[in-house]
C-alpha cells in the first residue's frame, strides 16, 4: 500500500520561496503520477502540478505556471515542489496524491487520486 508524507511548509514573505517534499513509500511506488493539491480556508481543493508515473509529463495550474517546479527523484522516492515568488494566495494547506493511471504519461490536475498525505501548512504573509 503506498504511503505519502509531505515536509516543507512554513512561514514565508511575499517574494519568498520554499521547497516542498513528498516521500512515497510502497510497492511500486515510482510508477504512481504524483500530484500536489492544495486548500485554502473556505475554498475547494485545487489541483496545483502533477508529475507523471514515467516522469516524462509535468502539469500546472495557469496561478502557478513559471513560479512552482515540480521534480521527481526516483533513486530515493521523492517528489518536490520548488515554489517560488510566493504571494499571499498560495497561502494554503498542499497535499501530496498519487494515482496509478494506465497510461504512465498521465499527469492531470484534477483531485482523482486514490492515495493522500497528511498536508503541510504553507502560509505567506508580511
Partial sequence: QLHLV???????EPGGSLRLSCAASGFG?????????????GKEREGVSCISGSGDTTNYADSV???FTISRDKSRNMVYLQMNSLKPEDTAVY???AELFADSSDAPLS???GTW???TQVTVSS
Fill in 117 to 119: 498525505g497528511q498536508g
Fill in 95 to 97: 497535499y501530496c496524491a
Fill in 111 to 113: 483531485p482523482i487520486f
Fill in 65 to 67: 505556471k513559471g513560479r
Fill in 29 to 41: 511506488s515510482n510508477f504512481y503520477a504524483i500530484a500536489w493539491v492544495r486548500q485554502a480556508p
Fill in 6 to 12: 509531505e515536509s516543507g511548509g512554513g512561514l514565508v
